[in-house]
């Protein structure tokens, strides 16, 4: 009995294997595989070279050198991108070029890109609210007077349950309250920005602004 199993299980694995075989799926498969591990390297590599030129833009002393290092990290972005749209990082790191070249528009779209899914699984915690803050801060240069409207609110109000030790968040959403006449939520952000980080003197002078 034992044996007639065996040898009918043989029969069906050398079954299965012969049509794999003939249909080349083993291949296929190692092919689709190889070129998903070559295309997710390519587009480390674009990642990591956009994001050299960035710091270079951000620390040129020469504005049209700055506006041409962040149009080569955006290109970087894009080819990166292109070969793996998932990854939030690429889609943030062509936001911050964008918004260097001052298109901070199109650079809105890819933050608003990489904070939803499917992009937005790639990110930490940490990572996600720190895209936030970048995109709150965004909003703000955006709005006429720098208002602070809802939208930039719901973004601080998320990057803080999401990083609870950023302080420089805490501070935003604490400016953003005060400009709403929100006394009370402004002092309790600008209390949390002092416990996180003692020596913010930002912080401090605002709440000396709030008990005047």
């Known amino acids: 009995m034992w044996t007639d199993l065996l040898l009918q299980a043989g029969l069906i694995l050398l079954t299965i ?3 794999l075989v003939m249909h080349n799926i083993p291949q296929k498969f190692l092919t689709k ?21 960035l710091a270079q833009a951000r620390s040129s002393n ?11 990290a955006e290109s970087e972005a894009n080819l990166a991108i ?3 749209s998932k990854d939030a990082a690429t889609h943030i ?15 809105l779209e890819s933050f608003d890109t990489a904070l939803r899914p499917p992009a937005a ?3 930490s915690d940490a990572e996600r609210g720190d895209a936030l803050l970048k995109r709150a801060e965004l909003k703000i240069s955006m709005s006429r ?21 950023n302080a420089k968040a805490f501070c935003l959403l604490g400016e953003c309250y005060a400009a709403k006449k929100m006394r ?6 600008y209390e949390q920005a002092i416990r996180i980080q003692p020596g913010s003197d930002k912080a401090r002078a605002a709440l000396d602004r709030l008990g005047s």
């Open 17 to 19: 294997f012969m049509f």
């Open 33 to 53: 595989l190889r070129y998903r591990n070559r295309a997710d390297f390519q587009a480390k590599r674009h990642f990591v070279l956009g994001a050299q030129l």
């Open 62 to 72: 020469s504005r049209s050198s700055a506006i041409s290092l962040a149009k080569q």
């Open 82 to 84: 292109s070969l793996d």
């Open 93 to 107: 790191l062509k936001a911050l070029a964008l918004d260097l070249q001052g298109f901070k528009s199109s650079a």
């Open 121 to 123: 699984k790639s990110l």
């Open 145 to 165: 007077r720098g208002n602070r409207d809802d939208s930039v609110i719901e973004d601080l109000t998320a990057a803080v349950e999401l990083s609870p030790d």
């Open 184 to 189: 009370d939520e402004a002092k309790a952000a």
